[in-house]
């Protein structure tokens, strides 16, 4: 199976790297993907603190004033004192944005690696300060399971070539896929679970490593439905990258919301 050669790379990587109206010739490339143009204000940066400097390593989405839903992989066994998140920026050099310290996070209780539940939730302090433009939330909730053929748009910074080692960009980037669904990803070599989903566009496009635990969303930004996951070790390959469904997860990730 294709598992196997995803091995361990689910998108993630400690990297020190240096819209609502995306332009499609851009040539910053996600991988194949463009640079957005105007803020994606639910879009968050997961960074590593050391000695004064941080390093981008994940992506993530604010859901509420103090919450961000991210990968399980991610977090799985990270110190929350040397995590912070950075909101309300295109680019990594910003000094616009507002910077967050994890006060806790939650790992799905079943979250197996490669195979399910890949999803965890963040409560930060301070709040975040909604201006509707470069730092707002999204909704995670759909009131139906998502199918196939599906407009899409994943945002990002991770690595813009194939490679898992970069080069990684400082401006935010934005790629348009379209779902699958789960038997369509399973017939190009995927095993996904019920808590997955696949999308695709064509090779040479998709999530790489540091695009991790960032937002899936619906065409029209109003929803994030996927979490991204993991994929083929080379990527943009031509197989379809996994992303954590969302939606079957909305009672989960409001139990969290409560409890945090």
Same mark, same amino acid.
């Given at each position: 199976? !294709?598992?196997?050669?995803?091995?361990?790379?689910?998108?993630?990587?400690?990297?020190?790297?240096?819209?609502?109206?995306?332009?499609? $010739?851009?040539?910053?490339?996600?991988?194949?993907?463009?640079?957005?143009?105007?803020?994606?204000?639910?879009?968050? *940066?997961?960074?590593?603190?050391?000695?004064?400097?941080? +390093?981008?390593?994940?992506?993530? *989405?604010?859901?509420?004033?103090?919450?961000?839903?991210?990968?399980?992989?991610?977090?799985?066994?990270?110190?929350?004192?040397?995590?912070?998140?950075?909101?309300?920026?295109?680019? !990594?050099?910003?000094?616009?944005?507002?910077?967050?310290?994890?006060?806790?996070?939650?790992?799905?209780?079943?979250?197996?690696?490669?195979?399910?539940?890949?999803?965890?939730?963040?409560?930060?302090?301070?709040?975040?300060?909604?201006?509707?433009?470069?730092?707002?939330?999204? +909704?995670?909730?759909?009131?139906?399971?998502?199918?196939?053929?599906?407009?899409?748009?994943?945002?990002?910074?991770?690595?813009?070539?194939? *490679?898992?080692?970069?080069?990684?960009?400082?401006?935010?980037?934005?790629?348009?896929?379209?779902?699958?669904?789960?038997?369509?990803?399973?017939?190009?070599?995927?095993?996904?679970?019920?808590?997955?989903?696949?999308?695709?566009?064509?090779?040479?496009?998709?999530?790489?490593?540091?695009?991790?635990?960032?937002? !899936?969303?619906?065409? $029209?930004?109003?929803?994030?439905?996927?979490?991204?996951?993991?994929?083929?070790?080379?990527?943009? !390959?031509?197989?379809?990258?996994?992303?954590?469904?969302?939606?079957?997860?909305?009672?989960?990730?409001?139990?969290?919301?409560?409890?945090?």
């Amino acid at each position: 199976m !294709l598992k196997n050669f995803v091995a361990v790379f689910v998108f993630y990587l400690i990297s020190s790297s240096s819209g609502s109206n995306p332009q499609d $010739d851009e040539i910053n490339r996600i991988v194949g993907g463009s640079k957005v143009t105007t803020p994606i204000p639910y879009q968050v *940066s997961l960074q590593f603190s050391r000695d004064g400097r941080f +390093s981008h390593f994940c992506g993530g *989405s604010i859901i509420s004033e103090e919450h961000v839903l991210t990968a399980a992989h991610c977090l799985n066994g990270q110190n929350k004192d040397k995590i912070t998140v950075q909101a309300g920026i295109m680019n !990594l050099k910003e000094k616009s944005g507002t910077r967050h310290k994890v006060e806790n996070f939650v790992i799905h209780t079943n979250y197996e690696e490669l195979v399910r539940n890949d999803i965890a939730v963040m409560k930060v302090s301070p709040p975040f300060k909604m201006d509707g433009k470069s730092v707002n939330s999204i +909704s995670y909730k759909l009131s139906e399971k998502l199918g196939g053929a599906q407009p899409v748009m994943l945002t990002g910074w991770g690595s813009i070539s194939m *490679s898992i080692f970069g080069p990684f960009p400082e401006d935010l980037q934005y790629i348009k896929l379209q779902t699958l669904t789960n038997e369509e990803c399973n017939q190009r070599g995927f095993n996904v679970t019920e808590t997955e989903i696949c999308a695709f566009k064509r090779p040479l496009n998709g999530a790489c490593a540091g695009d991790s635990g960032g937002p !899936l969303v619906t065409d $029209d930004q109003s929803t994030v439905v996927g979490v991204v996951s993991y994929g083929t070790a080379i990527c943009g !390959l031509g197989y379809p990258d996994v992303y954590t469904r969302v939606s079957v997860l909305s009672d989960w990730i409001d139990e969290q919301v409560k409890s945090l």
